[in-house]
C-alpha cells in the first residue's frame, strides 16, 4: 500500500469517526441519586437466566450507578481449566455463552459442554463441579453450547432437604439434568423411575444424520414444577429433518409430562391445512433454539419457534407452514395451544425467531396491560398482549417480491411487518459502503450482480442479499427492559448476507467451505445452499457502519430514542488495512444486555473483547474494559457481603475471532 493511499484511507476514517461521533450526540447525561444511599445493601439473587422467568433482564441493584460506574474494577477471575486443552486442540473452541445464575449462594455457570461450575460469589473460588460427561460426535462437536442452568424451588420440602433448591440444565446429547444447588449432589427423585437418578433422556425421534443432530443449548423455562425445554437442529442438513418438539417435565420427577411439534402432524390441527401436500408428515425442525419464558401465575410459557427443513427451499411444503417461525402460547400444564402468531410465512430465509420473548408490562389507555415483546432478526419489533395475542404495536401484510428460480417453490404473496422496525430492511446498490472509494465501488459492483427486490427476496441462483442477515438484525442476545418504562435496550447488527442456491451436481460437499463461506447439503432438494457475508475487499462489511448498535426504544410510543455503536474495528484495521483505526464503527456480536436500576446498562457481545456501560437514558458510553477473552455471553448481576458485583463468561467465539478463554469475571466497585 502506497503512503498517499495510507493518507487517504487515513483521511477517510477521520471524517467517518466525526460523522459517527455527530450521529452519537444526544443528551446531557442526566443526574442520579440513590434512593436510599445509607440503606445497607442487602444481599439478592439471579435465579433464572434472564433474572426472571420473563427474561426481562432487570435488576434493583444501584450500589453502581451513573455517577460511579466509571470506577468499576475486576474484583475476582475464575478460570475453568479448559484454556490449555484448547489451544492445544485435544478440545474444540466452541462459544462460551452461559450467563451464571445465583442462588443459595452460589454462583453457577456452565461450558459449552455442560458442565456446571459453581463459585463462591464474594471470591470466586470454585465450591464443587459436576461433569455430565456428554460424549459428542465430530459433527455435533461444532455446534455444542450451553447458555445456562435454570432454578427450581420445592417450596413443600423441608428447608434442609435435598434438592429443595435444584439446577436443571439439558446437553448436547439430549439429556435433562438436576442437581442440588448447593452441593452438585444428583437429585435421587429426579430420574428414578428410569433407573437414572439425576438425569432424563429425551428421544430425539427418527431421521438422525449424526446421534447428536438434536442438542439442548438454552436453559429450560420454568412455570411452576413445569420445565418447558427447546432444542437445537442442525441447519439444512436434510428436508427430513428431526422433530423440533417442545418437551415438558416435571422438575421434582423428570416425568415427561407433554410434548408439542412445531410441525403439526395430526390432520384435525387447523395449522395443518397451512401444509400442502401431506408435507407436515415429512419435515421437520420448526425447532426452539433460544429461550423461552414463562408465565407462572397465568399458566403460559411462550416458544418462538424456527424455519422447518430444509431453510432455503420450500417447494415440497406449500403454505403457509403455521406454527413454525411463529410466537407460540401455551399452556404450560397441559401444552394445549393458547395462541399464536407467525412472523413469518413459509420461511425461506432462515428468519427463524431467535431472541427470549420478554415479558413486561406496558400502559394502555391508563392500565397496565400484559405485554411480550419478540424481536426478530429482521430487526423489527413486535408487541402482544400475552394473554389474548393481540397486537400493541401495528402490523402490516404487505405484498413481497415474488420473482424465483425455482420454478415448483411456493411464495407467500406478502409477509407480516411491525411499523417499529431497528435495521435496514433490503438493500441497493447506493447504499454500498467502503473506507475508500475503491472497495466502495468493489461493494457496489457486488450488489448490482446480485438479486435484491428488497426484503423476503427469494433465494435464486444468482444470490440473493439478504439484509439484514439471517443472523441479525436481533438474535439470541434479545434485550432488556426497564419495568415500569416501557424503554427497551437492544443490540442490533448490520450486516448483509448472500444466499446462493447451487444445483446439486455442481458443488462437491467434501468441501464444505471455510470461516464466513459455507455450503450446506440441504439433501432431498435439487439444490446446495451457498452463504457468505457481503464484504469489501478490505474484509469490511459492504453496509453502512455502524455495524453493530445499541438501541433504546420507547415500546408504548413505538419511537427510537437512541442507537450508538457498539464495538470497535482497531483489530479489523490492524488486520486488513495495516493502519491502526480505534474507530467505534460496531462490530458482529453475540450476547445480549442487562440493565439496572442505577440508570445502566451492560453488555459485552462485540468482536473486540470489550465490556462496557452505557447511560439508559442518553445512549452516552460511561465504563468499558477490555477483557481477557471475547465476551459473546450476557452479563448478571448481584449483591453479596454488602457489594455489587456485575459478572460476565469470557471464552470466546470461533465465528467471531475473538480470544480464546475460559474465564468468569467479577467487576465490583473499588473497595
Given at each position: 500500500?502506497?503512503h498517499?493511499r495510507?493518507l487517504?484511507?487515513?483521511?477517510?476514517?477521520?471524517?467517518?469517526?466525526?460523522?459517527?461521533?455527530?450521529w452519537?450526540?444526544?443528551?446531557?447525561?442526566?443526574?442520579?441519586?440513590?434512593?436510599n444511599p445509607?440503606?445497607?445493601l442487602?444481599?439478592?439473587?439471579?435465579?433464572?437466566?434472564?433474572n426472571?422467568?420473563?427474561?426481562?433482564?432487570y435488576?434493583e441493584?444501584?450500589?453502581?450507578?451513573?455517577?460511579?460506574?466509571e470506577?468499576?474494577?475486576?474484583?475476582?477471575?475464575?478460570?475453568?481449566?479448559?484454556?490449555?486443552?484448547i489451544?492445544?486442540?485435544?478440545?474444540p473452541?466452541?462459544?462460551?455463552?452461559?450467563?451464571?445464575?445465583?442462588?443459595?449462594?452460589?454462583?453457577?455457570a456452565?461450558?459449552?459442554?455442560?458442565?456446571?461450575l459453581?463459585?463462591d460469589p464474594?471470591?470466586?473460588?470454585?465450591?464443587?463441579?459436576f461433569?455430565p460427561a456428554?460424549?459428542?460426535?465430530?459433527f455435533?462437536?461444532?455446534?455444542v453450547?450451553?447458555?445456562g442452568?435454570?432454578?427450581?424451588v420445592?417450596?413443600?420440602?423441608?428447608?434442609?432437604?435435598?434438592?429443595?433448591?435444584?439446577?436443571?440444565w439439558?446437553?448436547?446429547d439430549?439429556?435433562a439434568?438436576a442437581?442440588?444447588?448447593?452441593?452438585?449432589?444428583?437429585?435421587?427423585?429426579?430420574?428414578?423411575?428410569?433407573?437414572?437418578?439425576?438425569?432424563?433422556?429425551f428421544?430425539?425421534?427418527?431421521?438422525l444424520?449424526?446421534?447428536d443432530?438434536?442438542?439442548?443449548?438454552?436453559?429450560?423455562?420454568m412455570?411452576?414444577?413445569?420445565?418447558v425445554?427447546?432444542?437445537?437442529?442442525?441447519d439444512?442438513?436434510s428436508?427430513k429433518?428431526p422433530?423440533?418438539?417442545?418437551?415438558?417435565?416435571?422438575?421434582?420427577?423428570?416425568?415427561?409430562?407433554?410434548?408439542?411439534?412445531p410441525?403439526?402432524?395430526?390432520?384435525?390441527?387447523?395449522?395443518?391445512?397451512?401444509?400442502?401436500?401431506?408435507?407436515?408428515?415429512l419435515v421437520?425442525?420448526g425447532n426452539?433454539?433460544s429461550?423461552?419464558?414463562?408465565?407462572?401465575?397465568?399458566?403460559?410459557v411462550?416458544?418462538?419457534?424456527?424455519?422447518?427443513?430444509?431453510?432455503?427451499?420450500?417447494?415440497?411444503?406449500?403454505?403457509?407452514n403455521r406454527?413454525?417461525?411463529?410466537?407460540?402460547?401455551?399452556?404450560?400444564?397441559?401444552?394445549?395451544?393458547?395462541?399464536?402468531?407467525?412472523v413469518?410465512?413459509?420461511?425461506?430465509?432462515d428468519?427463524d425467531?431467535?431472541?427470549?420473548?420478554?415479558?413486561?408490562?406496558?400502559?394502555?389507555?391508563?392500565?397496565?396491560?400484559?405485554a411480550?415483546?419478540?424481536?426478530?432478526k429482521?430487526?423489527?419489533?413486535f408487541?402482544?398482549?400475552?394473554?389474548?395475542?393481540?397486537?400493541?404495536?401495528?402490523i402490516?401484510?404487505?405484498?413481497?417480491?415474488?420473482?424465483?428460480?425455482?420454478?415448483?417453490?411456493?411464495?407467500s404473496?406478502?409477509q407480516p411487518?411491525?411499523?417499529l422496525?431497528?435495521?435496514?430492511?433490503?438493500?441497493?446498490?447506493?447504499d454500498?459502503?467502503?473506507f475508500?472509494?475503491?472497495?466502495r465501488?468493489a461493494?457496489?459492483k457486488?450488489?448490482?450482480?446480485?438479486?435484491?427486490?428488497?426484503?423476503?427476496?427469494?433465494?435464486?441462483?444468482?444470490?440473493?442479499?439478504?439484509?439484514?442477515?439471517?443472523?441479525?438484525?436481533?438474535n439470541?442476545?434479545?434485550?432488556?427492559?426497564?419495568?415500569?418504562?416501557?424503554?427497551?435496550?437492544?443490540?442490533?447488527?448490520?450486516m448483509?448476507?448472500?444466499?446462493?442456491l447451487?444445483p446439486?451436481?455442481?458443488?462437491?460437499?467434501?468441501?464444505?467451505?471455510?470461516?464466513?463461506?459455507?455450503?450446506?447439503p440441504m439433501?432431498?432438494?435439487?439444490y446446495v445452499?451457498?452463504?457468505?457475508?457481503?464484504?469489501s475487499?478490505?474484509?469490511a462489511?459492504?453496509?453502512?457502519?455502524?455495524?453493530?448498535r445499541?438501541s433504546?426504544?420507547?415500546?408504548?410510543?413505538?419511537?427510537?430514542?437512541?442507537?450508538?455503536p457498539?464495538?470497535s474495528v482497531?483489530?479489523?484495521?490492524?488486520?486488513?488495512?495495516?493502519?491502526?483505526?480505534?474507530?467505534?464503527?460496531?462490530?458482529p456480536?453475540?450476547g445480549?444486555?442487562i440493565?439496572t436500576?442505577?440508570g445502566?446498562?451492560?453488555?459485552?457481545?462485540?468482536?473486540d473483547d470489550?465490556?462496557?456501560?452505557?447511560?439508559t437514558?442518553?445512549?452516552?458510553?460511561?465504563?468499558?474494559?477490555k477483557?481477557p477473552a471475547?465476551?459473546?455471553?450476557?452479563?448478571?448481576?448481584?449483591?453479596?457481603?454488602?457489594?455489587?458485583?456485575?459478572?460476565?463468561?469470557?471464552?470466546g467465539h470461533?465465528?467471531?475471532g475473538?480470544t480464546?478463554?475460559?474465564?468468569i469475571?467479577?467487576?465490583?466497585?473499588?473497595?
Amino acid at each position: 500500500m502506497t503512503h498517499s493511499r495510507n493518507l487517504a484511507i487515513v483521511a477517510i476514517l477521520l471524517l467517518v469517526a466525526a460523522g459517527l461521533l455527530y450521529w452519537n450526540s444526544g443528551p446531557d447525561m442526566l443526574p442520579y441519586e440513590r434512593a436510599n444511599p445509607e440503606q445497607p445493601l442487602a444481599d439478592s439473587e439471579w435465579p433464572q437466566y434472564g433474572n426472571n422467568h420473563g427474561g426481562e433482564r432487570y435488576s434493583e441493584l444501584d450500589q453502581i450507578n451513573r455517577s460511579n460506574v466509571e470506577d468499576l474494577e475486576v474484583a475476582w477471575v475464575y478460570q475453568a481449566g479448559e484454556l490449555a486443552a484448547i489451544e492445544a486442540g485435544e478440545q474444540p473452541f466452541n462459544p462460551w455463552q452461559s450467563t451464571p445464575v445465583l442462588v443459595e449462594d452460589t454462583l453457577v455457570a456452565c461450558t459449552p459442554s455442560g458442565r456446571l461450575l459453581a463459585l463462591d460469589p464474594n471470591t470466586g473460588e470454585e465450591r464443587w463441579s459436576f461433569d455430565p460427561a456428554v460424549s459428542f460426535s465430530s459433527f455435533g462437536h461444532t455446534f455444542v453450547k450451553c447458555r445456562g442452568v435454570s432454578t427450581y424451588v420445592d417450596e413443600s420440602a423441608a428447608p434442609d432437604a435435598l434438592c429443595r433448591t435444584r439446577l436443571i440444565w439439558g446437553t448436547g446429547d439430549l439429556r435433562a439434568f438436576a442437581v442440588d444447588a448447593r452441593n452438585g449432589q444428583r437429585c435421587p427423585d429426579f430420574g428414578a423411575a428410569a433407573g437414572t437418578p439425576g438425569e432424563v433422556q429425551f428421544n430425539p425421534g427418527p431421521n438422525l444424520v449424526f446421534h447428536d443432530e438434536v442438542q439442548i443449548h438454552s436453559p429450560p423455562a420454568m412455570a411452576g414444577h413445569v420445565a418447558v425445554f427447546g432444542s437445537t437442529l442442525a441447519d439444512n442438513v436434510s428436508v427430513k429433518a428431526p422433530s423440533g418438539k417442545i418437551r415438558a417435565i416435571d422438575a421434582r420427577s423428570g416425568e415427561l409430562l407433554w410434548t408439542f411439534d412445531p410441525v403439526p402432524r395430526q390432520a384435525d390441527d387447523p395449522a395443518a391445512q397451512t401444509w400442502g401436500n401431506n408435507s407436515s408428515e415429512l419435515v421437520g425442525a420448526g425447532n426452539a433454539w433460544s429461550l423461552l419464558s414463562a408465565d407462572p401465575d397465568n399458566n403460559l410459557v411462550f416458544v418462538p419457534t424456527t424455519s422447518p427443513s430444509a431453510d432455503l427451499v420450500g417447494s415440497y411444503r406449500p403454505g403457509e407452514n403455521r406454527y413454525t417461525d411463529s410466537l407460540v402460547a401455551l399452556d404450560s400444564n397441559t401444552g394445549e395451544l393458547r395462541w399464536h402468531f407467525q412472523v413469518v410465512h413459509h420461511d425461506l430465509w432462515d428468519y427463524d425467531l431467535p431472541a427470549q420473548p420478554i415479558l413486561t408490562e406496558l400502559e394502555r389507555d391508563g392500565a397496565q396491560v400484559p405485554a411480550v415483546v419478540l424481536l426478530t432478526k429482521q430487526g423489527m419489533v413486535f408487541v402482544f398482549n400475552r394473554l389474548t395475542g393481540e397486537p400493541l404495536l401495528p402490523i402490516e401484510e404487505r405484498p413481497v417480491p415474488q420473482n424465483t428460480d425455482n420454478p415448483d417453490e411456493w411464495l407467500s404473496p406478502t409477509q407480516p411487518f411491525s411499523t417499529l422496525a431497528l435495521v435496514q430492511q433490503g438493500m441497493r446498490p447506493d447504499d454500498a459502503w467502503g473506507f475508500t472509494f475503491w472497495d466502495r465501488n468493489a461493494c457496489r459492483k457486488s450488489v448490482e450482480g446480485l438479486r435484491n427486490e428488497g426484503l423476503y427476496t427469494p433465494p435464486s441462483t444468482q444470490g440473493t442479499i439478504v439484509m439484514p442477515a439471517s443472523a441479525g438484525g436481533m438474535n439470541w442476545g434479545s434485550g432488556a427492559i426497564v419495568p415500569g418504562t416501557g424503554i427497551l435496550i437492544t443490540p442490533t447488527l448490520h450486516m448483509a448476507q448472500v444466499h446462493r442456491l447451487v444445483p446439486r451436481e455442481q458443488v462437491d460437499l467434501e468441501q464444505r467451505g471455510s470461516g464466513a463461506h459455507l455450503f450446506f447439503p440441504m439433501h432431498g432438494t435439487d439444490y446446495v445452499m451457498e452463504l457468505f457475508f457481503l464484504t469489501s475487499p478490505l474484509g469490511a462489511p459492504c453496509t453502512q457502519p455502524p455495524w453493530g448498535r445499541l438501541s433504546a426504544v420507547d415500546l408504548a410510543a413505538g419511537e427510537v430514542l437512541w442507537q450508538v455503536p457498539l464495538g470497535s474495528v482497531e483489530r479489523l484495521a490492524d488486520q486488513q488495512i495495516g493502519i491502526p483505526v480505534p474507530l467505534e464503527m460496531g462490530t458482529p456480536m453475540a450476547g445480549g444486555p442487562i440493565v439496572t436500576r442505577g440508570g445502566l446498562a451492560f453488555i459485552a457481545a462485540s468482536a473486540d473483547d470489550k465490556f462496557r456501560a452505557f447511560d439508559t437514558e442518553t445512549g452516552q458510553k460511561l465504563w468499558e474494559v477490555k477483557l481477557p477473552a471475547g465476551g459473546q455471553s450476557t452479563p448478571m448481576t448481584y449483591a453479596a457481603g454488602g457489594r455489587q458485583y456485575m459478572v460476565i463468561m469470557a471464552g470466546g467465539h470461533p465465528y467471531y475471532g475473538t480470544t480464546k478463554g475460559d474465564h468468569i469475571i467479577a467487576f465490583a466497585l473499588k473497595d
